[in-house]
């Protein structure tokens, strides 16, 4: 019953920018920490940024700290990524994760539900 659907995926440019929306149904996000992830081929999967259930965000990895924003809106059930000045290392699959908790988890095993992945190409 419960899904996360990732969107907003693209080519883009060097320079450029992309929202990404991860909506959830069959349950409420409200009561989660949300992350979003990211897998280019031949790597492993890492996390991005998490929003705890309280609106808090962390940063996994300092490589998209002040060009990636997340952000919540518990009305509409859906966590947004914000990605500007994107670099040709952003280029990977991303992922939504969700895992039932205030706080964001410290490890990708820790979070409960993900979605199917949206793919973000960075390229000339």
């Known amino acids: 019953q419960l899904q996360l659907v990732e969107s907003g995926g693209g080519l883009v440019q060097p320079g450029g920018s992309l929202r990404l929306s991860c909506a959830a149904s069959?349950?409420?996000?409200?009561?989660?920490?949300i992350g979003w992830f990211r897998q280019a081929p031949g790597k492993e999967r890492e996390g991005v940024l998490c929003?705890?259930?309280?609106?808090?965000?962390?940063n996994y990895v300092d490589s998209v700290k002040g060009r990636f924003t997340i952000s919540r809106d518990n009305a509409k059930n859906t966590v947004y990524l914000q990605m500007n000045s994107l670099k040709a290392e952003d280029t990977a699959v991303y992922y939504c994760?969700?895992?039932?908790?205030?706080?964001?988890?410290?490890?990708?095993?820790?979070?409960?539900?993900w979605g199917q992945g949206t793919q973000v190409t960075v390229s000339s």
């Open positions: 069959g349950f409420t996000l409200g009561y989660y920490a």
């Open positions: 994760a969700v895992r039932k908790s205030v706080y964001c988890p410290g490890l990708v095993a820790l979070y409960d539900y």
């Open positions: 929003i705890s259930s309280s609106g808090d965000s962390t």
